[in-house]
């Protein structure tokens, strides 16, 4: 029998959006991508003090979240996949592989995991590279519908290595669209997209999806144009946002929290955002 997923998906989604804060970093084996990440048990606890709806992380640091006895802490995102696309230098070979390749969700039915997130990488000239990527995607879908896990997907476009130094997000509407509509296709129950280019382009992401998006960070910017980029791609249609760095390599991350959480929950705008962070 098919066990519904809908118990987990109202962990994630708290009054109907959801702040995912990523701290899976580690996976990634580049070293900027650690910088605030050093001491992982006090940014768990900082995280949790500030109240996001949902802490992303790897199998090995989810004890730092589900060993606590709180009742209201953050639901955990699990990811379950790695690869190296995001160093500077590109590789020889690209990869990216399940971190449990027999058994891909195990980690996340053991850790209680609300959710699980495998990456869909759309690289130039890479075409091995996204044929794994759909290969695990593939692969962790049927588990997820048998043990009611919902399956977050992050198709991600990036730009050409030699154009920015490390592959870089390509916020063209015309190749995320695709991209996302393949994640849908593939059964999404969540789709982490990145944000176009033009915010007012989201709303055709959202359609594509037919489930809830969340968009993704990537790397950090001045914090008052991430909340006023982030209210603008809220009033296209996205139920939330997965950041990582601006929050935990911020100097308030909880200052930060508390803002992008009044834009997804109470529907502040930019300057209601940025209001509330410097009351923080």
């Given at each position: 029998m098919r066990v519904s997923n809908k118990a987990r998906m109202n962990r994630l989604f708290r009054n109907g959006g959801c702040l995912d804060v990523a701290i899976d970093h580690g996976v990634c084996n580049e070293p900027s991508f650690l910088v605030g990440l050093e001491d992982m048990a006090g940014v768990m606890d900082t995280l949790i003090k500030a109240g996001p709806d949902a802490i992303q992380c790897a199998y090995g640091q989810a004890d730092l979240l589900q060993r606590r006895p709180e009742r209201d802490k953050p639901a955990l995102v699990m990811r379950i996949d790695m690869g190296n696309p995001y160093n500077a230098q590109r590789h020889r070979v690209m990869w990216s592989m399940l971190q449990n390749r027999h058994e891909p969700i195990i980690g996340a039915l053991e850790m209680d995991a609300a959710c699980v997130v495998v990456n869909l990488f759309m690289l130039p000239d890479e075409p091995e590279l996204f044929r794994q990527c759909v290969e695990n995607i593939s692969r962790v879908r049927a588990d997820c519908q048998k043990y009611g896990m919902p399956l977050m997907i992050e198709p991600l476009v990036m730009l050409p290595n030699d154009v920015r130094g490390g592959y870089q997000v390509d916020g063209d509407v015309e190749k995320i669209v695709p991209l996302?509509?393949?994640?849908?296709?593939?059964?999404?129950?969540?789709?982490?997209?990145?944000?176009?280019?033009?915010?007012?382009?989201?709303?055709?992401?959202?359609?594509?999806?037919?489930?809830?998006?969340l968009?993704?960070?990537?790397?950090?910017?001045?914090?008052?144009?991430?909340?006023?980029?982030?209210?603008?791609?809220?009033?296209?249609?996205?139920?939330?946002?997965?950041?990582?760095?601006?929050?935990?390599?911020?100097?308030?991350?909880?200052?930060?929290?508390s803002a992008l959480m009044a834009i997804i929950h109470q529907g502040a705008d930019g300057e209601e955002a940025w209001d509330v962070y410097n009351r923080g």
């Open positions: 996302v509509r393949l994640a849908s296709e593939m059964g999404a129950d969540i789709i982490k997209a990145d944000p176009t280019e033009n915010p007012e382009d989201f709303h055709r992401v959202i359609e594509a999806a037919r489930v809830p998006v968009v993704r960070g990537g790397g950090k910017e001045d914090l008052k144009v991430v909340l006023a980029k982030s209210a603008a791609l809220m009033r296209q249609g996205a139920q939330g946002m997965v950041y990582g760095r601006n929050i935990y390599q911020h100097a308030n991350p909880k200052a930060v929290v």
